[in-house]
T-cell receptor, first 113, second 112 residues
């Protein structure tokens, strides 16, 4: 089955700096890679996703890059703000009727003033 | 207008009891999921239904039994609850295929 590794487990940045979270996956057949943000006590919320036919996708301060050859993908947050503080999860999904997401272990991002 | 709603939000019960969690989505999605998030925040899929048909059934004790009466509802029944079942259980829904999944607010299950 699919295995997703995520680094770092914790990340502390100053407000205004950039944050980068990296994930690797094991199954080259995986074709869908979402990123979720989970605030304390809340549900995971999709913030951006990318499919295997695209190398990069951007949405305002958030961008995701995918390297299919190396089987890794990364989340980039620019101009971080205190409200970006949360746990971020990457995930990978194999093709199928349902999106069987395998999640990374999460990165706790702390944005300090 | 909650898109994916779960009840109850909190469930505190004793070991050995049987309990159910209900989930409903009003997004018109065909696929629904149950996830378990443990104390270390690790999210793992348990089950998925597409149009009332079970299509993902991970290695989960058979004390856990999902039921989908229609494509807008997915319930989870747990028999003979154990201490290790304490976790947050999330329901999610999506369109068919590799589509974004929308999560409910979770049910925090605590076993005494």
């Amino acid at each position: 089955g699919e295995n997703v590794e995520q680094h770092p487990s914790t990340l502390s940045v100053q407000e205004g700096d950039s944050a980068v979270i990296k994930c690797t996956y094991s199954d080259s057949a995986s074709n869908y890679f979402p990123w979720y943000k989970q605030e304390l006590g809340k549900r995971p919320q999709l913030i951006i996703d990318i499919r295997s036919n695209v190398g990069e996708k951007k949405d305002q301060r958030i961008a995701v890059t995918l390297n299919k050859t190396a089987k890794h993908f990364s989340l980039h947050i620019t101009e971080t703000q205190p409200e970006d503080s949360a746990v971020y999860f990457c995930a990978a999904s194999l093709p199928g009727t349902a999106s069987k997401l395998t999640f990374g272990t999460g990165t706790r991002l702390q944005v300090t003033l | 207008d909650t898109a994916v709603s779960q009840t109850p939000k909190y469930l505190v019960t004793q070991m050995g009891n049987d309990k159910s969690i209900k989930c409903e989505q009003n997004l018109g999605h065909d696929t629904m999921y149950w996830y378990k998030q443990d104390s270390k925040k690790f999210l793992k899929i348990m089950f998925s239904y597409n149009n009332k048909e079970l299509i993902i059934n991970e290695t989960v004790p058979n004390r856990f039994s999902p039921k989908s009466p229609d494509k807008a509802h997915l319930n989870l029944h747990i028999n003979s609850l154990e201490l290790g079942d304490s976790a947050v259980y999330f329901c999610a829904s999506s369109g068919t295929g590799d589509q974004p999944q929308h999560f409910g607010d979770g049910t925090r299950l605590s076993i005494l």
